[in-house]
């Protein structure tokens, strides 16, 4: 939960991105939790089809790449990951503000497959500049990665967004821009011409969009997907979309199908980190690694129950599978999963 970063729109308490107030997790805690982690996706894995057996393993924060023990973290997990490399593919992904130095990046470069770096206007000249050097330094290496511009309500920083994609362009580095999620207090909300850029970004009028002060809520109007995917609505596949709606109160969703969320520095485990819910029909974690048993039981039960949507709007999870009324629920979840009696 550390972080190099202060940006004005990460979240506050049950979403907080970054609490430098907490301690870095022990190395010893981290590795078990690599150790569970793998045994939990395991089980949902032997439930779907041969041809989506893939698992991604996403480092997180905070900025977890400034955790002392980030290098040793990284450099076991292909060999923890070895009993399953015959049932299901990893890749090994960071989430990272590429805030770091050459030398740190330089000795983790190998044992990460993508990177997600995003790029926050709150930075100061220093660390753009920063910034711009690592993407170029991943990309020498050829190494893949995806740098999420997070586009910023603020007149000036919304044009510092602006500027970056153009630099990305230039220099042929994949991109997502993002627009902000705001469950917090501070409202990021966007005006006008701002809303105008969207509608290009998602090819999609947003004339529906929520309106606050003259401004677009776009966080309470609907959402795009975090890795850029593309969506199907009502099941229409011929028709996908970047932008949907993010309100299901009451329906049912996959979430845990797809998602594992630990938030390491306190043992809580979630099905996913926006999410949160739980099979109790609340917010909260279905466990916590002080008792991985407990969890893994949970997770082989064919019977438990399915998540229920009990928030006002979806953030992270909108992509997962889900329907109104549980007989669709059930048809949609045939295309990603095998009958139990099947599994092998």
Same mark, same amino acid.
């Given at each position: 939960?550390?972080?190099?970063?202060?940006?004005?729109?990460?979240?506050?308490?049950?979403?907080? =991105?970054?609490?430098?107030?907490?301690?870095?997790?022990?190395?010893?805690?981290?590795?078990?939790?690599?150790?569970?982690?793998?045994?939990?996706?395991?089980?949902?894995?032997?439930?779907?089809?041969?041809? %989506?057996?893939?698992?991604?393993?996403?480092?997180?924060?905070?900025?977890?790449?400034?955790?002392?023990?980030?290098?040793?973290?990284?450099?076991?997990?292909?060999?923890?990951?070895?009993?399953? /490399?015959?049932?299901? #593919?990893?890749?090994?992904?960071?989430?990272?503000?590429? %805030?770091?130095?050459?030398?740190?990046?330089?000795?983790?470069?190998?044992?990460?497959?993508?990177?997600?770096?995003?790029?926050?206007?709150?930075?100061?000249?220093? /660390?753009?500049?920063?910034?711009?050097?690592?993407?170029?330094?991943?990309?020498?290496? =050829?190494?893949?990665?995806?740098?999420?511009?997070?586009?910023?309500?603020?007149?000036? +920083? &919304?044009?510092?967004?602006?500027?970056?994609? @153009?630099?990305?362009? /230039?220099?042929?580095?994949?991109?997502? @821009?993002?627009?902000?999620?705001?469950?917090?207090?501070?409202? &990021?909300?966007?005006?006008?011409?701002?809303?105008?850029? &969207?509608?290009?970004?998602?090819?999609?009028?947003?004339?529906?969009?929520?309106?606050?002060?003259?401004? @677009?809520?776009?966080?309470?109007?609907? +959402?795009?997907?975090?890795?850029?995917?593309?969506?199907?609505?009502?099941?229409?596949?011929?028709?996908?979309?970047?932008?949907?709606?993010?309100? &299901?109160?009451?329906?049912?969703?996959?979430?845990? #199908?797809?998602?594992?969320?630990?938030?390491?520095?306190? =043992?809580?485990?979630?099905?996913?980190?926006?999410?949160?819910?739980?099979?109790? =029909?609340?917010?909260?974690?279905?466990?916590?690694?002080?008792?991985?048993? @407990?969890?893994?039981?949970?997770?082989?039960?064919?019977? +438990?129950?399915?998540?229920?949507?009990?928030?006002?709007?979806?953030?992270?999870?909108?992509?997962?599978?889900?329907?109104?009324?549980?007989?669709?629920?059930?048809?949609?979840?045939?295309?990603?999963?095998?009958?139990?009696?099947?599994?092998?």
């Amino acid at each position: 939960m550390k972080c190099n970063l202060d940006c004005t729109y990460c979240g506050t308490g049950l979403y907080a =991105g970054h609490d430098n107030s907490t301690r870095h997790p022990p190395l010893a805690e981290c590795l078990k939790t690599i150790d569970f982690m793998f045994e939990y996706v395991d089980i949902y894995m032997r439930t779907k089809p041969q041809g %989506i057996r893939y698992v991604i393993l996403n480092i997180y924060g905070g900025e977890a790449l400034h955790h002392p023990s980030i290098v040793e973290i990284l450099s076991v997990l292909r060999k923890r990951y070895q009993p399953y /490399q015959d049932r299901w #593919h990893l890749t090994i992904t960071t989430t990272t503000n590429a %805030i770091i130095s050459p030398d740190r990046l330089d000795r983790i470069m190998s044992f990460i497959d993508e990177f997600t770096v995003s790029y926050h206007t709150d930075n100061t000249i220093d /660390q753009k500049q920063q910034f711009r050097n690592n993407l170029l330094k991943i990309k020498a290496t =050829g190494t893949r990665q995806k740098c999420v511009v997070l586009m910023h309500s603020e007149p000036d +920083r &919304f044009a510092d967004a602006q500027e970056m994609i @153009a630099w990305l362009n /230039q220099n042929e580095i994949k991109y997502l @821009a993002r627009q902000l999620d705001h469950p917090m207090e501070v409202d &990021f909300n966007y005006n006008q011409q701002q809303v105008v850029w &969207f509608e290009g970004l998602y090819k999609k009028s947003l004339k529906h969009a929520v309106m606050r002060n003259d401004k @677009a809520d776009l966080s309470d109007t609907g +959402r795009a997907c975090c890795g850029g995917r593309s969506l199907c609505a009502d099941q229409n596949r011929k028709n996908p979309q970047k932008f949907v709606s993010n309100k &299901f109160p009451g329906w049912h969703c996959s979430v845990d #199908h797809f998602f594992l969320y630990i938030k390491q520095v306190n =043992g809580e485990v979630y099905v996913n980190k926006d999410c949160k819910m739980n099979y109790n =029909g609340t917010v909260g974690p279905i466990g916590n690694l002080l008792n991985v048993d @407990a969890i893994l039981t949970q997770a082989r039960d064919p019977s +438990r129950p399915v998540i229920r949507c009990a928030k006002k709007g979806c953030l992270c999870g909108v992509c997962a599978p889900k329907a109104e009324d549980l007989d669709t629920y059930k048809t949609i979840m045939r295309k990603y999963e095998i009958p139990t009696d099947n599994l092998l």
